[in-house]
């Protein structure tokens, strides 16, 4: 049933750090994660490493970084906790990883990983993904340990879900923070993705986004590419977003057409907003957002593309 | 945004109780269950009632049944516990509700359906979903309500949940139960699905399968139809198959050519096995499974087919 798919010299990575409302002053450590994040997977793709292993030390990069609502830097629910999520998803078996609603731990996305690789199951949420936690001899670490001055502030601002939601992914001003991931293809052809986020500012307890859920946030197939989106959780799980942009690539469509039809189809159906990025079976790249920002980045061919604002591409080697 | 379907005198529901390799002595009163679940709905839309209103009903009759793991005659954790599953998704709105892992409540239909009407969230799960449902008012009850002879008798036979999948969903001869669902189309054109399960016996705690997850379990748009799915969770995730067989149907499959499709590439792709249920928009209907039974029922025009072996079509007029 594997599918090992074609062997070819020019692995990708692409990560995002989020799509909604950046305010400015979080824009150059926005960028700088996404590089970092991005270069991290690049060198293990570069060394012939899996797609596997290069989405997790993008994520983990992504969650040990304060500027990012993932791992460390977490928003916090109504209740003032943290309930993190993170998924993993190996396109050449279509196995797949995740965690919702898991507390005090620092990289959520090991966890996935250790869900695909060790128990029969997609997904465990809540005291029973702790109670995994602890069976796999993961420490459990305080929460003031995740929790930024930043989150803190949001909590203060958004005691109301609803009017954070439309504040921060629709037009208007404000602050708050979204999923991070990153999709990749590796020298054997290989395709996987990989998701974090601590959820939306003020959620209530036990709320689940669309960033753990196969098909929702993210998907990774060999025989088509991977998706991994972000903007507002329940908007993209109304639309199956990810999934969908897969069907769109399996009729024939590349990447970015892909990307940008189920960003205007969630538009359309429900009104929602976010980002995506997608790399393709045969490396093919896109990224496109709805949002007024998302931070990206993406290393293909020895070359680092970046950018968070509407038509901005930045170019450096990687070196 | 929201759609409204093509207004049309001639509702349709379709119902089962489970893919699996269902013992002769559950024959009768899953055939039963089915086809009261499907006169439920049915004499719902014959009324004019909504199709949300129909699929609620639908489930809440499987659920209230000992012989469906659902509600009541849930199958028990790892844990020796009871951590219940249960969705609804409205096609005009794409709206949808779900909670997952919550405990000591009758019907979690009934809690799924107030997550999509009372909050700003698609996904509740574990304390946070329960939480919930005492805020809304839902007494919970003692686990000893939901819990059957038959489902501590299995519980029993199976503390390896490894074992428990390859017996129960290959072709191997043994007890479990599986997710009970409901798709209708009612004469205002508007199209349901909703969802409700126990999961597998001796799942871990915190396991979340297919069933509440929009577009892996099911999936309902009023533009194209809807499908609930069952079998093995994890299997159906990995294809995301409910999406896939929606997918199918918009690129101009009939209901019927989808449910194939979707169910053959989840045999190729991750050798899983399972049943699902379909409704298009014009009301083609389509039944399919790989196990080897399905509990099912549906009626249209007055007619009501039901069957749970291969190519068995009983049918009597409903009354």
Request: aromatic share 6%.
């Amino acid at each position: 049933m594997a599918m090992n798919g074609v062997r070819q010299d020019n692995p990708v990575v692409v990560v995002h750090g989020g799509a909604w409302n950046i305010p400015d002053q979080l824009l150059e450590g926005s960028k700088n994660g996404a590089k970092a994040s991005a270069r991290a997977a690049y060198r293990i793709l570069k060394m012939g490493g899996s797609a596997l292993d290069a989405v997790v030390a993008a994520v983990r990069v992504l969650e040990d970084d304060v500027n990012f609502d993932a791992g460390t830097g977490s928003v916090l629910n109504s209740n003032g906790e943290v309930e993190m999520d993170a998924v993993i998803m190996d396109g050449k078996t279509l196995n797949a990883g995740g965690v919702a609603c898991v507390q005090n731990i620092k990289n959520p996305i090991d966890l996935a990983r250790l869900v695909m690789d060790k128990t029969e199951h997609v997904l465990l949420v809540g005291k029973g993904a702790n109670q995994f936690a602890e069976e796999m001899g993961i420490k459990e670490i305080p929460v003031s340990q995740l929790v930024t001055e930043e989150a803190r502030r949001e909590f203060n601002c958004y005691k109301q879900y609803g009017n954070a939601v439309e504040e921060l992914f629709g037009r208007k001003k404000d602050l708050s923070h979204d999923t991070v991931g990153a999709v990749a293809l590796d020298m054997h052809g290989n395709i996987a993705y990989g998701m974090s986020t601590g959820g939306i500012t003020a959620k209530r307890p036990g709320r689940v986004g669309d960033s753990p859920i196969v098909g929702n946030g993210g998907y990774a197939d060999n025989e088509v590419g991977a998706v991994s989106c972000t903007g507002h959780g329940e908007s993209i799980i109304k639309v199956c977003l990810a999934h969908s942009i897969i069907s769109y690539m399996e009729q024939g469509m590349s990447a970015q057409e892909a990307a940008e039809k189920g960003l205007m189809k969630m538009d359309q159906r429900v009104n929602g907003h976010g980002g995506v990025i997608v790399v393709g079976k045969n490396g093919d790249i896109g990224t496109f957002f709805t949002t007024p920002r998302m931070t990206w980045a993406w290393v293909k061919d020895n070359k680092l593309h970046y950018g968070i604002e509407d038509n901005e591409d930045n170019c450096e080697d990687f070196e």
